[in-house]
């Protein structure tokens, strides 16, 4: 049976949406309480948990995860399959919000690690534009694909964060997928952080409270 997943009601009256995916392992609590603070009082966060399945990358172990990670290193296989079907979810979770009387425009979708690729995948083949993307110490599955797969709109704002000794998902991982990302979308900008591993910062929380107020002000 899914987890249900953590969210955090507006404070103000809903106008928008964020939809944040958390990393390998984790669930969605352990990103709520953080996107609680930069959110605009209109914004409403939506945290889900990833399904337990074995991982191939951790020799098997089950464990919360969004499709099956086989390796880290650039160009190695992907679970094609399993990404596939987590976008499917996260576009459902996003047609939620829409028959809400939320506008896709007004919905911002964000990730760490596998969720901030999961949440790249899935903005970009989503064919309505959403507000934008926050994807932090990430990559672009299937990156190959694109644009040959791209649905949205090529305008929708991308902001992908990583730091420059990150341990986990290698920084030159993070820059390929933004220079794939540059040659057919508008909007896409690569944020470093000088000294950061695999994890968040001020810097980067600041940046993202501006992207969020940018691209989503308050109604």
């Not at 009601?9 to 309480?33: C, E, V």
């Not at 970009?124 to 649905?151: D, Q, R, Y």
């Not at 992908?160 to 909007?187: A, E, I, T």
Request: glycine share 8%; with cysteine.
């Amino acid at each position: 049976m899914a987890v249900a997943p953590v969210i955090i009601q507006s404070a103000a009256k809903h106008t928008s949406t964020l939809i944040f995916l958390h990393g390998l392992g984790d669930t969605g609590h352990g990103w709520a309480t953080t996107m609680g603070m930069i959110r605009t009082p209109d914004m409403k966060v939506i945290c889900p948990t990833a399904p337990t399945i074995p991982v191939t990358l951790n020799a098997g172990f089950r464990m919360p995860s969004w499709f099956d990670l086989k390796t880290l290193d650039i160009g190695g296989p992907e679970d094609e399959e399993g990404i596939k079907r987590a976008a499917k979810n996260v576009h459902e979770l996003i047609q939620s919000e829409i028959q809400a009387g939320i506008s896709a425009n007004r919905i911002m979708l964000g990730g760490f690690s596998q969720g901030g690729a999961l949440a790249l995948y899935a903005a970009l083949t989503f064919a309505e534009p959403l507000a934008g993307v926050m994807a932090l110490s990430c990559w672009l599955p299937l990156h190959k694909n694109f644009p040959g797969i791209l649905k949205c709109p090529n305008t929708v704002p991308i902001l992908q964060c990583h730091g420059d000794c990150d341990p986990v998902v290698p920084y030159k991982f993070g820059q390929l997928s933004s220079s794939v990302m540059k040659s057919f979308m508008k909007q896409s900008q690569f944020q470093s952080y000088r000294g950061l591993s695999h994890s968040s910062n001020e810097a980067e929380l600041e940046d993202m409270k501006k992207f969020i107020e940018k691209h989503v002000p308050r109604q």
